[in-house]
């Protein structure tokens, strides 16, 4: 007789799986199939929690602007420190966390989904818009403003965590030249 218990997966486990083989595979990795077996489970487990691939979708989305957007202007928000200091948070945090570790695969799955489409543009629009709202604190006009949170955004989204993870003092002078590159 087998004594193993078998533990019953969650929704959540059934999303980060997801998020994880769209960050290895892309979108072709977020079908049922091969999520089920990569959390070795059958495809009834999966049917358990969403109704079909589309709400998995719909599940990542929410997710991923969660996790990797909404709680990091929460953290910096909250810290009481000035609009400078939340920015070089930011960034600390997105290298440190690797908070943009979906975005490339989410990019490219909006190239033939309009639903991700829609959520890229709104996860994107909202990080603008918060970063915009921090350099204008900082003392800049509004079009500097948007500017600057483009290139911010741009340099923080494009750099590789893992290559600043290793090598520390090309972070710290990345960081000081962007700052200062940024806030002057």
Known sequence: MNTETKTRLTRQDWIDAGLQALREQGKSGV???PLA???KVTTGSFYHHFKGLDALR???LVTWEAEQTDSV?????QNGLGPEEQLRQIMLRVFARDETRYD???RSWALTDDVVRTAVAQVRAK???FLTSLFEAAGFDAATARFRARV???YVVGVDPDELRQNSSWRSEVERVLSEILLR
């Not at 202007?73 to 928000?77: F, H, L, P, R």
């Open 31 to 33: 079908r049922i199939v």
């Open 152 to 154: 911010f955004r741009a």
């Open 37 to 39: 077996a990569r959390l």
């Open 73 to 77: 202007i929460e953290a910096v928000s």
């Open 104 to 106: 490339s695969a989410f």
């Open 127 to 129: 990080r603008h818009c």
């Open 58 to 60: 719909d599940a990542l």
